[in-house]
């Protein structure tokens, strides 16, 4: 095998998994077991006050598909602090193999979409870019994409992740091109680049390779005239010093030559104290590292009942739960057998019924919904 990927088919089989749950089964079919169970995926058992966003739940309810079980998840792009955020109810045996892919599913696109929404909110009304591609394995790249637009981003800069979601990526120039160019022939570059590209795609200048950014600003605008829509800085922290003294600097020197109508958008190692920092200077903001390399969520699958009867590990809360919504924002943990919150409205969702799936997934619907509950739960405010 050329690349170090786990193939699809491989995910799909169940041979993505730990030994241990080969060996479980070998185990238990041996023992003649097969015991119907209710397992959760949980990462915090109480309510903690740190809320975070699922994502993920598409490609785990299309792993489990097709397997003779019932799957009830809250739904994409919900904000959720502490209780199960899905639950399958089957005998053991029909999804053991599967807990590995299902885990990694959702908690490695919740932790990412959790981070998209914290920088969406530092800068609701800017146009905010998900760039961080680069800075994960290529395999991640679809997820990772994908994910930041669940958390509210307006869009994001891998092509082949684009292929996978059904969206367009988009992006202009990186320093590589003017460098290719020559020092003092920016303004070959960025013509050269006006002359090459589709009309539909915007002209964002680079502005920061060789000189003073105000300097380079100043020289796009000479060299391209009515055609610039934007300027990019992409200044290193480094080499910036204070960057809002800068974003001011360039703005006011676009306004002196009547081009307000030239927008910056500003990034490299961007994240949401910076977006709030920079939100009334700057149009919009490429942000990498702190999206695509968020830590995934701590989930885990847990039985918390067996046969019926309430059954979990030592740390765990047992029986099937339920979780809940107040009108006031808040997340209620609750026995399915007993009544929830009073005002409170469940969260789950009937995501597969005996492994046919009967659900659809929108990724504009999750961007919704993560931004309606956002401001439900007051989650990630100027303050936090």
């Known amino acids: 095998m050329t690349f170090d990927i786990v193939p699809p088919d491989a995910i799909e089989e169940g041979r993505a998994t730990d030994a241990y749950f080969d060996r479980t089964e070998t185990t238990l079919e041996h023992a003649g077991k097969n015991p119907h169970v209710v397992a959760e995926v949980t990462a915090d058992q109480f309510p903690t006050g740190e809320f975070e966003l699922l994502a993920g739940v598409k490609d785990a309810a299309h792993l489990l598909a097709g397997l003779p079980?019932?799957?009830?998840?809250?739904?994409?792009?919900?904000?959720?602090?502490?209780?199960?955020?899905?639950?399958?109810?089957?005998?053991?045996?029909?999804?053991?193999?599967?807990?590995?892919?299902?885990?990694?599913?959702?908690?490695?696109?919740?932790?990412?979409?959790?981070?998209?929404?914290?920088?969406?909110?530092?800068?609701?009304?800017?146009?905010?870019?998900?760039?961080?591609?680069?800075?994960?394995?290529?395999?991640?790249?679809?997820?990772?994409?994908?994910?930041?637009?669940?958390?509210?981003?307006?869009?994001?800069?891998?092509?082949?992740?684009?292929?996978?979601?059904?969206?367009?990526?988009?992006?202009?120039?990186?320093?590589?091109?003017?460098?290719?160019?020559?020092?003092?022939?920016?303004?070959?570059?960025?013509?050269?680049?006006?002359?090459?590209?589709?009309?539909?795609?915007?002209?964002?200048?680079?502005?920061?390779?060789?000189?003073?950014?105000?300097?380079?600003?100043?020289?796009?605008?000479?060299?391209?005239?009515?055609?610039l829509d934007s300027v990019r800085l992409d200044t290193t922290g480094s080499r910036r010093g204070d960057f809002r003294h800068i974003v001011r600097e360039v703005r006011w020197e676009l306004d002196a030559r009547d081009r307000g109508d030239v927008d910056i958008f500003l990034s490299g190692g961007l994240g949401p104290t910076d977006l709030r920092e920079l939100r009334?200077?700057?149009?919009?903001?490429?942000?990498?590292?702190?999206?695509?390399?968020?830590?995934?969520?701590?989930?885990?699958?847990?039985?918390?009942?067996?046969?019926?009867?309430?059954?979990?590990?030592?740390?765990?809360?047992?029986?099937?739960?339920?979780?809940?919504?107040?009108r006031d924002g808040g997340h209620h943990v609750a026995l399915s057998s007993r009544p929830g919150p009073t005002g409170g409205t469940s969260l789950f969702d009937p995501l597969l019924r005996d492994g046919e799936l009967v659900q659809s997934f929108r990724i504009e619907d999750a961007a919704d919904r993560a931004l309606d509950d956002a401001d439900r739960v007051g989650f990630r405010t100027d303050d936090a």
């Open 69 to 227: 079980v019932d799957v009830d998840a809250i739904p994409e792009g919900t904000l959720f602090d502490g209780g199960p955020v899905l639950r399958i109810e089957g005998n053991y045996r029909d999804f053991a193999r599967y807990e590995t892919s299902l885990l990694g599913f959702l908690s490695h696109a919740s932790g990412v979409a959790t981070a998209a929404l914290e920088v969406r909110r530092a800068a609701p009304d800017s146009q905010v870019l998900s760039f961080g591609a680069r800075h994960v394995h290529p395999s991640l790249a679809a997820m990772v994409e994908r994910s930041a637009l669940v958390g509210g981003l307006d869009g994001f800069s891998h092509v082949a992740a684009g292929d996978v979601i059904g969206r367009e990526a988009g992006g202009t120039m990186p320093h590589a091109l003017l460098i290719c160019f020559g020092r003092g022939n920016q303004e070959a570059g960025w013509r050269a680049f006006d002359d090459a590209v589709a009309e539909d795609v915007p002209r964002v200048a680079l502005c920061d390779t060789y000189s003073d950014e105000k300097d380079e600003v100043i020289r796009a605008v000479e060299a391209l005239g009515d055609d």
């Open 280 to 326: 009334d200077v700057a149009d919009g903001f490429g942000v990498g590292g702190h999206v695509s390399n968020a830590d995934p969520v701590d989930f885990a699958l847990d039985i918390v009942a067996v046969e019926g009867e309430p059954a979990a590990k030592r740390g765990k809360l047992s029986g099937k739960k339920d979780v809940y919504r107040t």
